[in-house]
């Protein structure tokens, strides 16, 4: 078993796996981000934003496909949708290089996506308009694919604190700190039972920035006003059993806020935990933290 450091998909990522494996996962991690990032022309992300009908991936199509099952799932809390306000807010570059937009934000409705995916041509079609932008969702499908295909018993892939880890009854337990978004210390540390866990984080900390009037912006759209989400939630941490699902139900957690979002979610997933962490900094959690 080693651990291995690297950057990918805009994030750190932690490998704690045999060489081998560690491998395997940094060629498929670098194959899924050259195909979705938003940031390189030639990705079908790129290509399909540009308009359609566009001839894509069958690994672009699964994932879209996905989503769009999240987004219906979700009654369209979770929209694949939301490049354009993205871009409309100063985001339309690698967060490394994000700087003051150059106008204000002028969130507009996102409303109701029109998208064709045709599975026969493998091609898609979206609205005049509209963006993809998978981001977090497309990170956690990718590790938990990676996670299922690893051929170890013992072992855990993270990715800014997106992680899947798996170990065999009676293994030496992963015990996963919850980063504090408002304080130096940690909002608690979670022992992971056997078999595989995920967990995903979503914050408005981490990647936030001001426009040209010193407006606070963060990367979570809320899909029914079209600007930066703004309930009392400023990050939320779901523990499931599949870490795309995760990330659709912690950035719900965060649009909703920490009364109405852990009922839904009781509703969304009955098996799933969650930890969530107010504008005051007080944490909530549905599980023991150590």
């Given amino acids: 078993m080693r651990v291995l450091r690297e950057r990918i998909m805009g994030t750190d990522l932690l490998l704690v796996l045999p060489p081998q494996e560690q491998a395997a996962v940094l060629t498929w991690l670098r194959d899924v981000e050259r195909t979705f990032s938003r940031f390189d022309p030639a990705s079908d992300t790129s290509r399909v934003n540009a308009g359609g009908p566009v001839v894509v991936s069958e690994l672009f199509l699964t994932v879209l496909d996905e989503a769009v099952g999240h987004f219906g799932a979700t009654g369209g809390l979770f929209n694949p949708f939301l490049g354009a306000e993205l871009v409309r807010i100063g985001y339309a570059s690698d967060f490394a290089l994000v700087g ?25 079609t979206l609205s005049p308009g509209l963006a993809v932008d998978l981001g977090g969702f497309v990170k956690g499908w990718s590790v938990q694919r990676a996670a299922e295909a690893a051929r170890v018993p013992y072992g855990m ?134």
């Avoid at 150059?102 to 898609?124: C, F, I, K, W, Y």
């Fill in 100 to 124: 003051t937009p150059e106008v204000a934000a002028t969130p507009v409705p996102a409303g109701v996506p029109s998208v064709h995916l045709d599975h026969d041509r493998r091609a898609v």
């Fill in 157 to 290: 892939i993270d990715a800014g604190g997106d992680l899947v880890a798996w170990r065999p009854e009676g293994g030496p337990p992963w015990r996963v700190g919850v980063e504090h978004p408002l304080r130096e210390r940690p909002a608690g540390v979670l022992e992971l039972a056997a078999g595989t866990t995920a967990v995903a984080t979503s914050s408005v900390v981490r990647r936030s920035w001001r426009d040209r009037t010193g407006a606070g912006l963060h990367h979570i759209i809320d899909p029914r006003t079209g600007g930066p989400a703004d309930s009392d939630c400023v990050q939320a941490t779901v523990m499931t059993a599949d870490l795309a699902a995760a990330e659709v139900c912690a950035t719900c957690l965060i649009l909703l806020g920490t009364r109405e979002g852990p009922e839904w979610l009781a509703g969304q997933d009955p098996a799933a935990e969650w930890i969530t962490v107010d504008r005051d900094g007080r944490v909530r959690s549905s599980v023991a933290l150590a």
